[in-house]
């Protein structure tokens, strides 16, 4: 069997305790036990960043993390527009951009951004486009993609 | 008609769908799960070939916690699928012939026992020999995949005299070209969840292109009543031809049958990889004579396609791949021969250009070769064969719709690109290892399924208590922007703003059949039966209102929300009122449908199948390349697409498919390929199958449309999603070419390959010196 560990954590800004499996993982705890399903998974192995999340401020795979590696985190989601008001300024220059096509790569490109512009509110292209290089799109080409964060940065600015 | 009279169409409009991907909102399949779920394994053959001689899952089945196993012995209906020959078992029974094949099933309380079940379940095998080479899978020696032999069909299609030209021709260019397995990429993996619902209707949530004949293909193999299946398949999070055909949902509707609970099954990206369809890997032999003046005169060609373990739609793309082996040129004399062939690699299927990009490769190469022989502009060798209205195609059919080829060469020298490539191709002084080129290729896709199929477009229009409409099709939205195509069409047509419009689609139960979501054909489709249902709806509410205001309908308008009167528009009722007045006199609001025929060619190409077809919509692809010549490395620059869409419908939409397309098709020219070494897959995630990633894509695409109105399409639009990806690989290989001066045979053209092909280059100079 395997153990159980006690843990809390801040997601969106709301305080959870929880009891988890010790090998859980954070994106299956987010999508399945916290029903946030914004975040999502592309390949659980860290190579698509479908599954892109703010941890304690950095942006991570969720997909890479165990759930009791999460024990007195603070975790954003695309769904947390209330702790990030930035995510909003994102996701209307997303929309009005064209930057969305099937969306499965959006909320994790949209959390890469966000990290992106919290560290540097005005980055160049080829910041931005190596910000969300981990964050793999099949359909969009990225051109409409890197205009939004071109586009949020601007809005954010203001 | 004038654009600029229309309030939607025409118009970058944001999809409606956006700020519910944006926020993450929106439910995927993938996203639902349902109270006192099971979770769905399935055990994958453990060779590529074998005889299967015994299943034992006792041990599997006496695990606390597994719910069901099942095998082939399960299958209540024909244990097998198909879009067009239904040779792929659901579970396999004495056979496995791809390392993806099915065997059997688990629906378990957690995902961890329905693993652990796998495990428990014991196949005897007995291997056998591994048809991986489709040259030798045809010879008559080879191992059989399946008993009848291993090529699925042969289509040859002949026209002219091709020895006489071949002979009176001042040039002949012989090559052979060879293009890579691609995997879709689709973000969202196959997946889904199923579930009996309300009158037993088994409910099969997952994304596909197609869930009417999902639903019928079930039918088949659950023998069940297909009016006790319902599919539900929107959104989805890419499909790109890959959920055309069936993937998980047999399986999925037999462990909710078989436990009477719902059931979700999640693949991980390496079972998605080994399990389902690629793009056909070619082998395309092409032998072209030209005049002096650069008139082509024929053309011969031997297309070898591994469609792998199972026909799906390996068929129609090999047939596609013969009509479209010309490329837009005009061609009297032609011998086309197309072998799809059966092996143990993996399985082919649909994908974006359905053979197109293939052969695009390989003529656009050619002709390439021919200007450059001929001393000709190859801008303008192309235009000197271009198709034109009223030309004979390749294969024999008269061309009667819009055909933009001229006006797409034309607009070459509107880009960007084209203009400042002289100054793009300055020579870099500081580092000589860094050679720059520039290439362009052209290409054209045919609309729709062709001829022999049925092929419609159905649509559904609902009043609503708010004065609104939903739109019910059948298609499904995967990422083209379709559903907001028909919110544009919906609202301009009904004269009334587009958040009163709702788009419903791919739902079996809520939607009408529409055909496939394929073939480029669901703007064009969809939008043809949204307008004819809109003409009806019109109709029933210009009739209700002139019951109410008594007066003639004839002397009736619409405008905005309103019917009003034509020579009083102060006179009016709101579509509100008037849902309101039906709502009381029936207690129900009118609903209308819209069907639409797609219009064929007149005349049908013998023996095969679905050819030809009728509308094309037509692209140019330029590149500036770099390529390092230490590495072999190739870098895109800059990138450009010249459409002819046809009369736009949303600005913003094409942009993004030609963008996407382009990406794309540099992957697909440069990197991508699935590697199977004796049917085993070597590439199975993303750090070893490689796509285009932001760091990889040129710094600017750009999109330049050319208008060949087509009379026949919705607001005389064409689809444009497949030609946008078509010759992209070929543009770059024009341009490495022009970098390098090597000619690329084989895709991708991966900095190995490069790297080869420049020492042998410099191996032959040294020679040649010496
Ligand atoms: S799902 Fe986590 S990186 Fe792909
Ligand atoms: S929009 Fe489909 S993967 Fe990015």
Known sequence: MVQTMDISFALNGKEYKLSVPANAVLLDIIRDKMHLTGTKEGCGRGECGACTIL???????????????????????????????????????????????????????????????????????????????????????????????????????? | MIMEDFKYIGKSVPRIDAADKASGKIKYMS??????????????????????????????????????????????????????????????????????????????????????????????????????DPIKAIQSDSPKVHDDGNIHLHTKVVRGDVRKAFEEADLVIEHIYCTGEQEHAFLEI??????????????????SQYPQRDQMQLSRCLALNPCKIRVVSYPVGGAFGGKDELTIQPILGLLVLKTKRPVKMVMTREESVISYWKRHPMIMKYKTGVKKDGTLVANKVIIYADTGAYASLGGPVVNLAIEHACGPY?????????????????????????????????????????????????????????????????????????????????????????????KYL?????????????????????????????????????????????????????????????????????????????????????????????????????????????EKMMTVLKEKTSEMLKVSVDNLDAENGYICMKNQPEKKISYEEIAAQFMKETDHLPETEGYFLMPLADMKVENAFGLPHHIFAFSAHLALVEVNTLTGQTKVLKGAEVIDAGDVINRQGLEAQSEGGFVMGMGYGLFENMIIEKGIFKTTNFSTYIIPSAEDIPSDIETVTVTDPEETGPYRAKGVAETVMCATAPAITNAIYNAVGLRIFKLPATSELVYTLLEKKEEKCNESTN
């Open chain 2, 330 to 422: 005009k061609l009297s004399n032609v011998d086309i021969e197309g072998y799809c062939i059966y092996t143990n690699n993996g399985v082919s299927g649909a994908f974006r250009g359905f053979g197109v990009p293939e052969t695009a490769f390989a003529i656009e190469t050619q002709m390439d070769i021919i200007a450059e022989k001929l001393g000709i502009n190859p801008i303008e060798l192309r235009k000197k064969n271009a198709l034109q209205k009223g030309d004979i195609a390749p294969v024999g059919n008269k061309l009667t719709t819009s055909v933009g080829t001229v006006a797409v060469l034309d607009g070459i020298s509107k880009t960007k690109l084209w203009k400042e490539r002289e």
């Open chain 2, 31 to 132: 996203d639902l799960n349902f109270p006192g779920m099971l979770f769905g394994k399935i055990l994958r053959a453990k060779y590529p070939h074998a005889l299967i001689k015994k299943i034992d899952t006792s041990q599997a089945k006496a695990l606390p916690g597994v719910v069901a196993v099942v095998t082939w012995e399960d299958v209540p209906g024909l244990n097998g699928f198909g879009i067009v020959t239904p040779d792929q078992p659901v579970l396999c029974k004495d056979k496995v012939r791809y390392i993806g094949d099915a065997v059997a099933a688990i629906a378990a309380e957690t995902k961890e026992l329905a693993e652990k079940a796998l495990t428990l379940i014991d196949v005897e095998y007995e291997p056998l020999p591994v048809v991986d």
């Open chain 2, 426 to 534: 300055v020579k870099n002084t500081k580092k000589p290892w860094i050679k720059r080129g520039f290439g362009f290729a052209l290409t054209y896709q045919g609309t729709g399924l062709g001829v022999g199929l049925p092929d419609y477009g159905g649509a559904i229009l609902r009043f609503c208590e708010n004065g609104g409409f939903e739109v019910g099709v059948g298609l499904v939205d995967y990422g083209q922007g379709i559903g907001t195509s028909y919110a544009q069409i919906a609202a301009e047509m009904m004269k009334c703003p587009i958040d009163k419009i709702k788009v419903v689609l791919g739902d079996t139960a809520l939607t009408a059949d529409s055909g496939p979501t394929s073939a480029s054909r669901g703007l064009y489709l969809g939008g043809k039966a949204t307008i004819i249902a809109a």
């Open chain 1, 55 to 158: 941890f304690n401020g950095r942006s991570v795979n969720a997909c890479l993390i165990l759930a009791p590696q999460a024990d007195g985190a603070e975790i954003v989601t695309v769904e947390g527009a209330d702790v990030e008001r930035k995510l909003l300024s994102i996701q209307k220059a997303f929309v009005e951009e064209g930057a969305i096509q099937c969306g499965f790569c959006t909320p994790g490109m949209i959390m890469s951004s966000l990290y992106l512009l919290n560290k540097n509110p005005n980055p160049s292209i080829s910041e931005i486009r190596e910000g969300i290089s981990g964050n793999l799109c099949r359909c969009t080409g990225y051109v409409k993609i890197i205009k939004a964060v071109e586009r949020a940065s601007k809005d954010i600015g203001k």
């Open chain 2, 190 to 207: 196959e997946t889904g969840i199923a579930r009996i619902e309300e009158d037993d209707i088994l409910t099969i949530y997952a994304g």
